[in-house]
């Protein structure tokens, strides 16, 4: 077991917190750029609610809005672009994974001269790592991608029809504020796909690393179980503050280092969603939802010990021995069941996506990201084959 | 759930990553007070390599040596004086949890003109807590405390026959460099009670705590398994590379925040221990292997379904309900037979302690950290009969 492990993000945790948010961005700047998605948060009232308690501590507040769902480079050149005309020295992402993502661009964005598209990782020879940022504090809306205690940022250039990723130390936020209370007026269906986002993290490297990292292991079956736990109870009872903060809490931890240092060897099935989503603009999580048991599916029959102990953990499946593949499978089925059961879609065609562009998907993925032999990193590394192969069992 | 989490410890863990330690620390300072404890790092070896690693990055080296088990004051003042007579600008900790925290408090005093005993809590009216402290830099060679990776210390002073403590952020390590490959020649009875002090770590946490924390219930859950599953290994076969992995990377989990961020109310088994090893200098988790028992005993009492919960998820007892004491009270047994299967002393009069000072223990346990009205923090609070009474059963 080898590792290194760093995540300096403070976390502000509890419901009724979002009126510090204007006491703790003044730690770091008076000129907030407030970066926001299409409108729900000026709906809900959060909005006023946090520009207000900006204003109260003295900050001034320049808005960016409009941040869409899978976040485009040309939102993020213009946020960067205003965060420089209002001299902006602090970022507020105040929204769901999108607007947290884009905010931590735009942040590194603001203080680098040349296109923010060459910082995103997308298969070209010369990427520009950024080694600073402005300072974000990010305020999730929506328990899901864990990006608020994270380096990483997906973003997408509709131009190319490409969507991938950045991830390097100074995109980590100073602070997670996170106010379960913000989360209540999230609908049934975003509440499901996050309960699919945080659950897809964590089995990415449950399932895709060496092996021999036990108490990752109990973190992650921790994550998912209580994620199976209070999901439902949340997609039934919105207002049920106890499982909001619960799995917002799992979505956090999902994905912050704690459940993958020295387990993680690849994220396949989110590298294969972010080209397919390039192509259709679909919701990350359902795109996860349709891959993520077909992969499973595909790894388990070089990996039966890991899904065996999947469905014993998780489900309580009896197994005849480590190789049970039959066990595995069954595993995977209860998983496949779980989100259907909170109205996930499983197959692409519950999405109207339909078998045309499999190959191209495949050729796409490999193209952005391959281990040097044309293989996707993964447990086990996949060829252009098996992902074609994983697409077509998800039709 | 209401709570804030940071830690910026970053980890370095690896079998073989002990020649990093000089490219560490001259990321910090180029004059190190290298402290180690009474010398069993340099009949191991350990001590040549970290000399060599830190002299081929051109730090130069100063040497304080003999911290003992119980770290006191005394030393501490020592090894101040030392970094000061000789401008260290970086602390190096070479040693198990002792020479971590003697390390932490010599950082900050190396900073501090007052007397360090200031600086630890022990129920005065004017604590000095500091806010700066030279970077720190730990390499354990124990798996047990987690100093590696927080913020807190635990000092006596054989004077005033006080042990307590201190807990402040500028006593976060810089980086935590963990090569498991350095616990290998620990013997069998530290590593079992490195265990034990672990285990009783989260489960202070845990048992403790305002309770419904479902997510860092299971990381508990997870780190104990862990424990109970690799300790047992390490301590048959010390060359067990992977068990003394596994055991190291939980010591560090329990008590780094991960388990008990929103989790924790009171460390009463550590204070009441902290008063007894005052007065007969016993192992830490010596002490603590004959406390948390019967403290365990006594509070089942009172939150019976969360030692249900700890009887039927560590050890797969089956209970009639969660208000089962019978089934709570088989799971405390349970886990004393654990403690001593792996060689931990179960009761004062294993190590030849009577209860003719019970009393004080209680008194003096209570002077130094008091809820205000006269009670131990803990759930349930304890009045000085419930200390004696705790204290009688482990007799």
Same mark, same amino acid.
């Given at each position: 077991?080898?590792?290194?492990?760093?995540?300096?993000?403070?976390?502000?945790?509890?419901?009724?917190?979002?009126?510090?948010?204007?006491?703790?961005?003044?730690?770091?700047?008076?000129?907030?750029?407030?970066?926001?998605?299409?409108?729900?948060?000026?709906?809900?009232?959060?909005?006023?609610?946090?520009?207000?308690?900006?204003?109260?501590?003295?900050?001034?507040?320049?808005?960016?809005?409009?941040?869409?769902?899978?976040?485009?480079?040309?939102?993020?050149?213009?946020?960067?672009?205003?965060?420089?005309?209002?001299?902006?020295?602090?970022?507020?992402?105040?929204?769901?994974?999108?607007?947290?993502?884009?905010?931590?661009?735009?942040?590194?964005?603001?203080?680098?001269?040349?296109?923010?598209?060459?910082?995103?990782?997308?298969?070209?020879?010369?990427?520009?790592?950024? %080694?600073?940022?402005?300072?974000?504090?990010?305020?999730?809306?929506?328990?899901?991608?864990?990006?608020?205690?994270?380096?990483?940022?997906?973003?997408?250039?509709?131009? $190319? %029809?490409?969507?991938?990723?950045?991830?390097?130390?100074?995109?980590?936020?100073?602070?997670?504020?996170?106010?379960?209370?913000?989360?209540?007026?999230?609908?049934?269906?975003?509440?499901?796909?996050?309960?699919?986002?945080?659950?897809?993290?964590?089995?990415?490297?449950?399932?895709?690393?060496?092996?021999? $990292?036990?108490?990752?292991?109990?973190?992650?079956?921790?994550?998912?179980?209580?994620?199976?736990?209070?999901?439902?109870?949340?997609?039934?009872?919105?207002?049920?503050?106890?499982?909001?903060?619960?799995?917002?809490?799992?979505?956090?931890?999902?994905?912050?280092?704690?459940?993958?240092?020295?387990?993680?060897?690849?994220?396949?099935?989110?590298?294969?969603?972010?080209?397919?989503?390039?192509?259709?603009?679909? %919701?990350?999580?359902?795109?996860?939802?349709?891959?993520?048991?077909?992969?499973?599916?595909?790894?388990?029959?070089?990996?039966?010990?890991?899904?065996?102990?999947?469905?014993?953990?998780?489900?309580?499946?009896?197994?005849?021995?480590?190789?049970?593949?039959?066990?595995?499978?069954?595993?995977?089925?209860?998983?496949?069941?779980?989100?259907?059961?909170?109205?996930?879609?499983?197959?692409?065609?519950?999405?109207?996506?339909?078998?045309?562009?499999?190959?191209?998907?495949?050729?796409? $993925?490999?193209?952005?990201?391959?281990?040097?032999?044309?293989?996707?990193?993964?447990?086990?590394?996949?060829?252009?084959?098996?992902?074609?192969?994983?697409?077509?069992?998800?039709?």
């Amino acid at each position: 077991m080898q590792f290194e492990y760093s995540n300096p993000t403070r976390v502000v945790f509890g419901a009724g917190t979002l009126p510090r948010l204007g006491e703790i961005v003044r730690q770091y700047g008076s000129r907030a750029l407030l970066v926001i998605g299409g409108g729900s948060v000026k709906r809900s009232g959060i909005f006023d609610k946090a520009v207000q308690s900006l204003k109260d501590a003295g900050v001034a507040v320049i808005l960016c809005d409009g941040i869409e769902p899978n976040p485009r480079i040309s939102s993020v050149r213009r946020g960067a672009a205003l965060a420089r005309e209002n001299k902006c020295d602090v970022v507020v992402a105040l929204g769901g994974g999108s607007v947290m993502d884009a905010s931590k661009v735009i942040a590194a964005a603001a203080l680098y001269d040349g296109d923010p598209w060459g910082m995103i990782y997308h298969g070209q020879p010369n990427v520009h790592i950024p %080694t600073e940022a402005l300072p974000l504090i990010t305020v999730p809306t929506l328990a899901a991608t864990g990006s608020e205690m994270n380096c990483g940022a997906v973003i997408s250039n509709s131009e $190319t %029809t490409e969507k991938s990723f950045m991830s390097t130390a100074c995109l980590y936020p100073k602070v997670a504020l996170m106010d379960p209370e913000l989360t209540i007026s999230v609908p049934q269906n975003q509440t499901a796909f996050g309960v699919c986002d945080l659950i897809t993290h964590v089995t990415e490297a449950y399932f895709n690393g060496p092996g021999n $990292t036990p108490l990752q292991d109990r973190f992650a079956e921790g994550v998912i179980l209580t994620a199976m736990e209070y999901g439902p109870k949340a997609i039934d009872n919105g207002e049920d503050l106890d499982a909001r903060s619960h799995i917002q809490w799992a979505a956090t931890v999902a994905l912050n280092g704690w459940v993958s240092s020295g387990a993680s060897g690849g994220y396949p099935v989110h590298m294969i969603e972010h080209t397919v989503s390039a192509y259709h603009d679909i %919701t990350h999580a359902a795109g996860l939802a349709i891959i993520n048991p077909a992969w499973m599916r595909f790894a388990a029959r070089t990996n039966p010990a890991k899904f065996v102990q999947f469905a014993e953990r998780i489900f309580g499946l009896k197994s005849k021995g480590s190789d049970d593949l039959d066990c595995a499978l069954a595993g995977i089925d209860r998983f496949e069941q779980f989100l259907k059961s909170i109205g996930c879609p499983t197959r692409f065609s519950d999405l109207g996506i339909d078998g045309s562009l499999i190959e191209t998907y495949a050729k796409e $993925t490999l193209r952005i990201i391959n281990d040097g032999n044309g293989k996707l990193p993964a447990r086990p590394a996949m060829s252009e084959a098996d992902i074609v192969g994983v697409l077509k069992a998800a039709l």
